[in-house]
Every structure is written in structure tokens, then in C-alpha cells.
């Protein structure tokens, strides 16, 4: 026998005490009876007496510990008696022995319980989320023959720590993929929380007998979690990162970050923190360092399936942590030749305040969000909704009438229209008169737009009809991104 575990690696053990003891050579003693699985098909019994002597070994078998049948009997048998496990059984089992002399000495009370156990049929599992949060499958694998021994799965689920609750049980072959041995499942439900949630699956396989369920130990656990912008809060300051933190039930989080340095563009240790809290704070130089932030939640061991990633210099974060500005005027810099110059200035006006006030009504009704909320939905709007102007037609209209009543313009209006959104949100902004494109081969001119947050402007670009290369919400320029300032790829 190769497999000395195999399939049935839990061992049970148990003592018989005799009930009655005959007046034998048996009688000062007891008799000791233990199982050990041998494979996948046969357990073996050992048989311990105290004084070993005895004629003939019965074993019987029953379903339910009340009716009894002889199962085997062995004449002049030897210390082990090995017995046939069939595939998903579950039988008790007990033990006669009998001396020639003395008679029968028999230990019924204490019958012993053996079933088939697939505590390692399970070789692997995994949860595939799918793009939707709230949608996700169930993947998991087992041995190449071991659907022979269950009859099905239930899958249990726990919701942000709470206790595990069966949701669904399967038939063994309906999920079955054979060109790989392995069970897929779509769960096919509503998120338990479109703010966030950390759910955990375990898989039990069972068998029907008797009219009693069965389920093994073998457990596969899977793990799906979702954070939302709503969850996690990333807040950057001058002088430091806050990280605001929605409490999910017994979820508690692990924060790790990378130091960027802006100048170098290049990366520093990263640095890992786990809190319960519900906020933590990163001290930063605003000016020099941006951080890479990775938030994954977490119970006990257990990782959330799903990461969420933040940059402490770029979008929402930056918003968040920006101060409130009365300004109404948008200058407009020519940085085409070796100097800056100001091109002309333009300012938000009572008709555009009209204009942005209907736009995001239209969204949202009267219980606005955040500001940096519908300052992304505004930039992301006009990316994907504006025409552009091949034919002119955008000049004879303001900015922002061109824009949000008749979705039609060119860089210009694109991100004029999106500095006076965020000017009328209470952000400082300027209109940049460049180039895009190459200094030495082919480049073009092109207006975008900046934002100063803590004492240093930031690019914001949109248009195009959603081509990526020219969508950029509140970011560094990098290594440029292709824009062209002074005679110089543009620098932060």
C-alpha cells in the first residue's frame, strides 16, 4: 500500500470497555479496539486484548447503532482485521471476540463510527471577481476521481466578519467542467454593500445516505472585497497624507505606501501599516514627494481579493485636501516662446454660474456631493460627450454655453469650460496656451488647463471624444505628457 493517508487521512481512535466480564483468561482485562485508514478503500482494525489470546474475531455492522448484522468473521485471527470502506458510506461498526473456553466476550456499547472522509479531496480554490463588484464566481478544483465519493457542495458565506450562512447547494456534475476537473459557479446576486463589503465563501462537499446528509471537513475558502470612494478617503495636505476610513463590520485594513520623488521620478521603501483606526495619517513633503498608496482590507489572515490604489497627487486626493478660493478671474498664459506671457484673462460670470448650476442639477438635483465629486463627473462629462468643432461653429458662443448646452468645441472651450467649472467650485485655476507634440518633430498648438492645490499647479485635461492621451483629472506632468512649455517639455 503506497497511500498510507490518502483519502482518509483523519484517524479515529476509541476504547471498548467490556460491559461483562466472563470468568476466562480475559477477565482480569479489557479489550482495546482502534481503526486506521489503510487507502482509499480499506480501514483496518486493531485488536488489543489483555491477554491476546482468543479463537475467533466477529465484527458487526450497522446504519443507525440499533439493528445488527455480522460483517465478517475471522477464525483464529491475528491482532488487525482489515474491513472494505465502500464509497460514500457512513456505518458503525463493532467487535466480538470469542475464546473456546470461556465463550463470547463481546463490547457492543461502544460502536465505532466509519465513514468516508474527503478532508483533501479539495486540492485548490479561488474567487474570480468580475468587473462588477457585486457579481462574482466561484472556481474551485478537485482530485480527477474524487466526484465518485459526494453527491454535492454547499457554499457558506460571511459578510464582513459576521458568521458563515449557507446561500446555496449544488449538485455534484451541474457545475462541472470535465476539460479540467474543476466546479465554476456564478453566484449571481446583489452586493451586500455598494460602499464595501469583505465576503468570505467556504465550500463544503457532502453525500446523501440514509436518508442523512453527510459533510466532510474539506473547507475551501475564498475571499471577495470591494472598497468605494466613499470607503477610503484619501485626503493630501501639505504636510501630510490622511487616510479616512469606513468601518465594515470587523474588516480592519492594511495601508501600504511608496515614496515617489517628484524631481527624480523615482521610487523610495515601501512602507506597510495595518490599522483598525479610522483614519491614518502618512507625514509628506508636498512638494518633493508624492506617495503610491495600496489599502487592502483584511480579517484575522485573511486578504481582501481585491486592492484599491490611490496617488497622493493625483484627482480626488488632491481636491480634498485644497483650500477654498474667492477668485473669479482665469488668466490665460502664452508659454509658446522662451517667456511667459499673459495672453489675455477671462473670469466665471453670472451667466456661467447659471449654466453650471442647471448642469449639475440635472445630475444630481438639489443634494449636491462633494466637491471634488462633481468636479471629476463634470471633466469626465465633457470628455465623453463634447463633439469636436470642426467647423467653427463653438465661436459664437461662450465657453461654457458651447460646452454644456450644445456639446460641441475644441481645446479650447474644452478646458476653458473645465477651469470655470472648478473656478466656480473654489479652486484656483489658469488657462495654459501651448504646444503638444514633439520640440523637434512635429508639434501643435493647444490650450489645457491647471489647478493650484497647496502652492503648485497641477494639469487637468479633457476632449477629444474619449481618447485617453488627452484625459488627465488634477495630475503631475511627469515626464511631460507631451506638453510643451517655454521651448521645454513641461516639468513639474
Given at each position: ?53 482468543y ?33 460514500k ?79 446555496k447547494?449544488l ?16 453566484l ?6 455598494k ?22 471537513s474539506?473547507?475551501?475558502p ?34 501600504s ?27 509628506n513633503?508636498f ?29 480626488a ?38 449654466i453650471?448650476?442647471?448642469f ?6 438639489k ?16 470628455h ?32 476653458m ?12 485655476t ?16 493647444h ?22 492621451g ?13 506638453y ?9
Amino acid at each position: 500500500m503506497k497511500r498510507i493517508k490518502g483519502l482518509f487521512a483523519a484517524a479515529l481512535a476509541f476504547v471498548i470497555m467490556l460491559s461483562a466480564m466472563p470468568l476466562s483468561a480475559l477477565a482480569s482485562g479489557e479489550v482495546k479496539i482502534s481503526l486506521g485508514y489503510q487507502d482509499d478503500y480499506r480501514a483496518e482494525i486493531s485488536i488489543d486484548s489483555y491477554d491476546g489470546y482468543y479463537d475467533t474475531v466477529i465484527i458487526e455492522k450497522s446504519a443507525d447503532n440499533a439493528s445488527w448484522s455480522v460483517y465478517s468473521t475471522e477464525d483464529e485471527a491475528y491482532s488487525t482485521v482489515e474491513i472494505n470502506v465502500p464509497y460514500k458510506s457512513a456505518n458503525y461498526y463493532r467487535v466480538k471476540l470469542e475464546d473456546s473456553d470461556s465463550g463470547i466476550v463481546s463490547a457492543p456499547s461502544n460502536a465505532l463510527l466509519i465513514k468516508s472522509d474527503i478532508s483533501e479531496v479539495l486540492s485548490s480554490g479561488y474567487l474570480y471577481t468580475s468587473a462588477s463588484p457585486e457579481k462574482s464566481v466561484l472556481f474551485w478544483d478537485i482530485g480527477r476521481y474524487s466526484s465518485s465519493y459526494i453527491d454535492g457542495f454547499m457554499i457558506y458565506e460571511s459578510v464582513n466578519g459576521g458568521d458563515f450562512k449557507k446561500i446555496k447547494t449544488l449538485a455534484v456534475d451541474k457545475y462541472y467542467e470535465k476539460s479540467n476537473y474543476s466546479y465554476k459557479y456564478k453566484l449571481g446576486r446583489t452586493a451586500p454593500s455598494k460602499v464595501g463589503y469583505f465576503v468570505q465563501y467556504k465550500i463544503y462537499p457532502y453525500f446523501n445516505f440514509n436518508g442523512k446528509t453527510y459533510s466532510y471537513s474539506g473547507v475551501t475558502p475564498c475571499v471577495a472585497s470591494y472598497l468605494s470612494d466613499s470607503c477610503v478617503k484619501v485626503v493630501t495636505k501639505k504636510d501630510k497624507v490622511v487616510i479616512k476610513l469606513k468601518k465594515l463590520g470587523k474588516v480592519n485594513y492594511k495601508i501600504s505606501y511608496t515614496p515617489k520623488n517628484i524631481k527624480k521620478q523615482k521610487y523610495g521603501k515601501t512602507k506597510t501599516k495595518k490599522t483598525s483606526a479610522a483614519s491614518y495619517t502618512i507625514k509628506n513633503k508636498f512638494k518633493t514627494t508624492a506617495l503610491d498608496i495600496c489599502v487592502t482590507p483584511y480579517i484575522g489572515s485573511v486578504e481582501g481579493g481585491e486592492s484599491e490604489y490611490y496617488n497622493s497627487h493625483e484627482g480626488a486626493p488632491l481636491l480634498r485636501g485644497a483650500g477654498k478660493s474667492k477668485k473669479t478671474k482665469i488668466p490665460v498664459l502664452n508659454v509658446q516662446k522662451k517667456k511667459t506671457k499673459t495672453a489675455w484673462n477671462d473670469s466665471l460670470t453670472a451667466k456661467d454660474k447659471k449654466i453650471i448650476k442647471a448642469f449639475f442639477k440635472k445630475k444630481y438635483g438639489k443634494k449636491l456631493p462633494a466637491r471634488e465629486v462633481m468636479a471629476e463627473y463634470a471633466v469626465n462629462w465633457i470628455h465623453n460627450n463634447v463633439k469636436y468643432d470642426t467647423k467653427g461653429k463653438s465661436d459664437k458662443y461662450s465657453y461654457t454655453d458651447a460646452i454644456f448646452n450644445h456639446k460641441v468645441g475644441q481645446c479650447l472651450q474644452y478646458n476653458m469650460a473645465t477651469a470655470k467649472v472648478l473656478t466656480y467650485l473654489g479652486y484656483e485655476t489658469r488657462l495654459i496656451m501651448g504646444w503638444r507634440g514633439n520640440i523637434k518633430a512635429r508639434h501643435w498648438q493647444h490650450f489645457w488647463c491647471e489647478v493650484k492645490i497647496n502652492g503648485r499647479w497641477f494639469l487637468v485635461e479633457t476632449g477629444n471624444i474619449k481618447d485617453g492621451g488627452w484625459m488627465h483629472f488634477v495630475t503631475l506632468y511627469g515626464d511631460g505628457l507631451g506638453y510643451i512649455k517655454n521651448n521645454k517639455p513641461a516639468k513639474d
